[in-house]
């Protein structure tokens, strides 16, 4: 481990010496999330695995499971951020129908929305309002931008009912436009959770099968050592490989139930 530190301390200072440049710290943040997290995760995955599985054989389906892992924790939080955001935007959608239907100009919703939403909208509007105001910018374009910030289809869809409106129809186009959206935005919302009701008695069985693998094998490991010397140690990795595959197939039946 020592010897490593120093080799990265060399070649660091190498590095600089020779006019190297620091990294953004975007890139220095991807590069953490996308290679040094997974990692040192995998590392100690790998180094558990191979001690309770008594070869190194064991280990490594147990560091494929701890180099996905950091990925599957920042993909979870990540969903669970994008889920609040389209619920605001659904929000907005349907309150601003409203207000298009009651007469008021495009600036006037989104002053009015501005003041509503709660971050990160608040902020957003507010620029939107302004650029309108300084740069003459339309809203359409704005909310095409504020689509591909967040990742949110449903503003990309407010914009083209917006840009339709300016060109004919007005405040009763939008509201017209911003009515049906809403709508199919319900509906969206209907069948996710329709899809996961149907889903989640399959998930737990799942969870509950992984649980009970997982406990009957570090019960083996910690329990009965003795068991599992010399051909046995193929037996661990092989229950390794039978969890770890386990797990991903769960991973990625949670993660289609999520689109």
């Known amino acids: 481990m020592l010897a490593i530190v120093l080799f990265l301390s060399l070649f660091l200072l ?14 220095l ?22 001690a309770m599985c ?22 979870a939080v990540a969903e669970r951020r994008r889920a609040r955001l389209r619920d605001l935007a659904k929000s907005f959608v349907v309150s601003a129908a409203g207000m298009f239907a009651a007469g008021q100009t495009a600036s006037e919703v989104m002053r009015v929305m501005a003041g509503r939403m709660p971050e990160p909208f608040a902020g957003d509007f507010q620029d939107m309002v302004g650029q309108r105001e300084m740069q003459g910018k339309p809203f359409s374009r704005s909310f095409g931008d504020l689509a591909k910030k967040y990742g949110l289809p449903e503003f990309e869809a407010v914009g083209a009912v917006l840009a339709a409106a300016d060109r004919a129809g007005g405040p009763a186009a939008a509201a017209k436009g911003l009515k049906r959206l809403g709508a199919a935005l319900q509906q969206r919302d209907r069948l996710l959770a329709e899809r996961r009701k149907e889903t989640f008695e399959p998930k737990v069985a799942a969870g509950v099968v992984i649980v009970l693998l997982l406990l009957g094998f570090l019960g083996g490991v910690l329990l009965w050592p003795q068991y599992f010397e010399g051909g046995g ?11 770890v595959g386990m797990v991903f197939l769960a991973v990625k039946a949670g993660s289609q139930d999520a689109m």
């Open 29 to 50: 943040v991807k590069t953490a999330r996308d290679k040094l997290f997974p990692g040192i995760s995998a590392a100690v995955f790998f180094i558990a695995g191979s």
């Open 14 to 27: 190498f590095y600089f010496l020779t006019g190297g440049e620091m990294p953004e710290k975007a890139g």
């Open 233 to 243: 140690r193929l037996v661990l990795a092989a229950a390794s490989t039978i969890i």
């Open 54 to 75: 008594r070869t190194a054989l064991g280990g490594i389906p147990w560091a494929v499971f701890g180099w996905f892992l950091p990925g599957w924790v920042v993909g």
